[in-house]
C-alpha cells in the first residue's frame, strides 16, 4: 500500500498536480482500501467458520459414526450363516472380516489427514491469500480432527455397542 502511494504521489508531481490534493486523495483511497479489507474479511468469515466445522468436527464424527456401524454390521453378519440368504435373482457374497475394523481405521484417519491438510490450506488463502500459513495451521487442525474422531468412536462405541 505503501509503494502504490508512493508511486501515485510522483506520478501525480511529475504532471504537475498540487501535491495537497494528491496527499488527501491518497489518504482517502487509503482508508477506503482499509474499509473494504474487513468487510470483505467480515464477508468470508462464514466461509472459514464453515470449512473448519465441516473438517474438524463434522467430518471426524461422521466417519467415527461409520467405524461403529462398520463394527455392528461384522459382529452381526459373524454371527449370521449368509450361506443360505441367496435368492433366485440376487446373491450377496458379503464377507465381513475384523480387519475391516482396523483398515477402516487407517482410511479414516488418513482421509482425516488430508482433509485437514486441505482445510487448513483453504482457510489460510481465505485469510492471508497465501497457502504457507496453512502449515502452521495444520497441526491443529490435526490435533483437533483426529481426537474428535477417536473420542466419537470411543463414545458411540459405549453407546451403540450394547445393542449387540
Same mark, same amino acid.
Request: aromatic share 6%.
Given at each position: ?44 468469515? +462464514?466461509?472459514?467458520?464453515? $470449512? @473448519?466445522? =465441516?473438517?474438524?468436527?463434522? &467430518?471426524?464424527?461422521?466417519?467415527? #459414526?461409520?467405524?461403529?456401524?462398520? +463394527?455392528?454390521?461384522?459382529? $452381526? @453378519?459373524? =454371527?449370521?450363516?449368509?450361506? &443360505?440368504?441367496?435368492?433366485?435373482? #440376487?446373491?450377496?457374497?458379503?464377507? +465381513?472380516?475384523?480387519?475391516? $475394523? ?23 488463502? $481465505? ?38
Amino acid at each position: 500500500m505503501l509503494r502504490r502511494s508512493v508511486n501515485i504521489l510522483l506520478e501525480g508531481m511529475a504532471a504537475g498536480g498540487e501535491i495537497a490534493n494528491l496527499l488527501n486523495k491518497i489518504a482517502i483511497d487509503i482508508q477506503e482500501t482499509k474499509i473494504l479489507r474487513k468487510e470483505m474479511g467480515a464477508n468470508v468469515a +462464514t466461509y472459514v467458520i464453515f $470449512i @473448519t466445522f =465441516a473438517s474438524i468436527v463434522m &467430518a471426524p464424527i461422521l466417519f467415527g #459414526l461409520a467405524t461403529e456401524l462398520l +463394527t455392528i454390521i461384522v459382529r $452381526i @453378519t459373524g =454371527a449370521m450363516d449368509l450361506s &443360505a440368504t441367496s435368492s433366485g435373482f #440376487l446373491t450377496l457374497n458379503i464377507k +465381513t472380516t475384523p480387519e475391516m $475394523i482396523s483398515n477402516f481405521n487407517w482410511f479414516s484417519v488418513a482421509m482425516l489427514s488430508i482433509s485437514a491438510l486441505m482445510s487448513a490450506s483453504i482457510v489460510s488463502v $481465505i485469510r492471508k491469500g497465501r497457502i504457507r500459513e496453512g502449515i502452521r495451521n495444520l497441526p491443529i487442525f490435526l490435533a483437533v480432527s483426529l481426537a474428535i474422531y477417536f473420542l466419537s468412536v470411543s463414545l458411540l462405541h459405549g453407546m451403540l455397542g450394547s445393542l449387540i
